[in-house]
């Protein structure tokens, strides 16, 4: 239906920047809401930050001022510009996209996610 493919993950020093990005094809025009959950060894998955088709935003309170996340609609990708590193954002980093709005995918979540790639922050 949906593929999601991320890109742009890798081992990065704290302090550093990294950006990842994520690519959709298939059923896109069912997409609303993109973004990009991460998950750390032993921790819970959490929203890092996701965006809707009009560019409207939401971030985790521990990235805000640190990451930025863009979507490019004709190029149905998004790209998460993750500055200021730090080794507790370490994480296996998932697209994740949504067919509906920003307060229904909070509610129930993400219908199509991508395979996943690796963040490693290093002091």
């Known amino acids: 239906q949906v593929q999601l493919v991320e890109s742009g993950g890798g081992l990065v020093q704290a302090g550093g920047s990294l950006r990842l990005s994520c690519a959709a094809s298939?059923?896109?025009?069912?997409?609303?809401?993109m973004g990009w959950y991460r998950q750390a060894p032993g921790k819970q998955r959490e929203l890092v930050a996701a965006i809707t088709s009009g560019g409207i935003t939401n971030y985790a309170d521990s990235v805000k001022g640190r990451f930025t996340l863009s979507r490019d609609n004709a190029k149905n990708m998004v790209s998460l510009q993750m500055n200021s590193l730090k080794p507790e954002d370490t994480a296996v980093y998932y697209c994740a996209a949504s067919k509906h709005s920003m307060v229904t995918t909070k509610i129930y979540g993400m219908d199509y996610w991508g395979k996943g790639t690796l963040v490693t922050v290093s002091s």
């Open positions: 298939g059923s896109i025009c069912s997409i609303n809401v």
